[in-house]
């Protein structure tokens, strides 16, 4: 457990130093969900209608972008090496990086989420499903995202290829989240996709470290 | 010099082979080093030394043969590979600060670790603005922390001056009375006691 938060503390106050790249994420959440206005046109009733999966597909996507040097510093440095060759489980290494990822990525995009939803027109009763259908979600992309950046460590075409294997998994997860907002702003509870989506976390958490580590290992071999 | 480590340590191979990117580099290589000893791996680029070292540290699986070594547990073992393993948005105090913490070192201060290897001026500075030859002090200063009884390194040599080769050597000397295992690749003539040398190209496929 030490070693976990070492290694948060560590990515974390990288992050705060390098807060230019940190904000890049947000940024590009932010900017791209404003684009769809001026693409689709301010019609009140249809951003209504597609603004949750607008401020969804973005998160996804915003996700994405982070997942790029997720291991890839670290294997750049020689950290990524000495951790390996340290007591530190590479289960807990996995664990600690996707806690990490998601303090830095998942976590700003549920605290942009009200502002966006605000922006997009949609009604007031769809924000705190937003928040927590992506406070649920976001892990989940992290801990299949994990698993992508680890197979694709040191794959030639990564930038390609990460995108490939991700997207794909992130559809249900879009799905549910969307969901959530859909059936609240129909005055319906949403509890049963809350319960989904939890669900795919529980899921994800038993199974993405232990493949992220095996290919972690595999990617050294 | 009383002996630090146990009078059992050893790192032994047998009939090793090591396989990089599905080929295999080299074969059959054994050797047996305990308590005290150092080995030297020599050899041209490419013949398979950092591939070697990489499995002794436990890094990567041989593609054949074994490896034994005493003690067993996985805090025995320190390794300094090509790279540095430190942040360059970090100072080199939290950097060391870093891997203390991973090791579960509490014992050494910082201050303890990097003076051996003359980083006192530079504690306070972000790694990205120092040069190789310091970056390299600070990773050889890595490998000290928590005194593991077996040093696994490769090409310690790189990026240091006359003045610094003379002070790792008398690191890895004061290791080695006290009973720890060194094994590192270098293509400079060294001072230290070898015990055993390993020309990899007598084993390259």
Redesign the interface.
């Known amino acids: 457990m030490n070693a976990i938060l070492t290694i948060i503390n560590r990515d974390l106050r990288i992050s705060f130093l390098h807060r230019a790249d940190s904000l890049l994420v947000a940024g590009f959440f932010v900017i791209t969900v404003m684009l769809f206005p001026f693409g689709i046109g301010p019609e009140p009733g249809l951003l209504e209608r597609v603004g949750a999966g607008i401020i969804w597909v973005t998160a996804l996507l915003a996700t994405l972008l982070s997942l790029n040097h997720l291991f890839s510093e670290d294997e750049r440095d020689g950290t990524l090496e000495l951790l390996l060759t340290s007591p530190v489980e590479i289960y807990s290494i996995v664990i600690a990086k996707t806690l990490s990822h998601w303090l830095t990525s998942g976590l700003p995009l549920i605290i942009l989420s009200p502002l966006l939803v605000a922006a997009l027109q949609m009604p007031s009763n769809t924000i705190l499903p937003m928040i927590i259908g992506l406070l649920l979600g976001t892990p989940t992309l992290s801990m299949i995202g994990i698993v992508g950046s680890t197979l694709t460590l040191n794959a030639r075409l990564r930038g390609i290829l990460m995108p490939l294997i991700i997207l794909p998994l992130y559809i249900p997860i879009l799905i549910f989240g969307v969901g959530c907002v859909d059936v609240e702003s129909m005055n319906f509870s949403s509890d049963r996709l809350y319960m989904v989506l939890l669900g795919f976390l529980i899921i994800s958490f038993t199974l993405c470290p232990w493949a992220a580590s095996t290919a972690l290992k595999m990617s050294f071999e | 010099m009383s002996k630090e480590f146990t009078s059992e340590s050893h790192l032994k191979a047998y009939n090793l082979s090591g396989s990089r990117s599905g080929q295999i580099v080299f074969s059959n290589i054994s050797f047996t080093i305990r308590e005290g000893q150092c080995l030297k791996i020599i050899g041209p680029n490419g013949s398979g030394k950092s591939t070697l070292l990489?499995i002794l540290?436990?890094?990567?699986?041989p593609h054949s043969g074994n490896i034994s070594r005493s003690p067993i547990?996985?805090?025995s073992?320190r390794?300094s590979?090509?790279?540095?393993?430190?942040?360059?948005?970090?100072t080199i105090k939290?950097n060391i600060n870093?891997?203390r913490?991973?090791?579960?070192c509490n014992s050494d201060s910082v201050e303890e670790v990097t003076t051996n290897l003359s980083l006192q001026n530079v504690l306070n500075t972000y790694t990205g603005l120092l040069s190789a030859g310091v970056k390299k002090r600070a990773?050889l200063a890595?490998v000290t922390i928590g005194h593991a009884p077996i040093w696994i390194l490769d090409e310690p040599y790189a990026s240091l001056d006359k003045e610094n080769i003379k002070l790792l050597d008398g690191l890895i000397n004061i290791h080695l009375n006290k009973g720890g295992i060194v094994a590192f690749s270098s293509h400079q003539e060294s001072q230290l006691p070898i015990t055993t040398s390993i020309d990899m190209h007598q084993y390259t496929v």
Request: proline share 0%.
């Open positions: 990489s540290a436990g890094l990567i699986k547990e996985t805090n073992i390794y590979g090509h790279k540095s393993g430190l942040k360059d948005a970090l939290e870093f891997w913490k991973i090791y579960g990773s890595i």
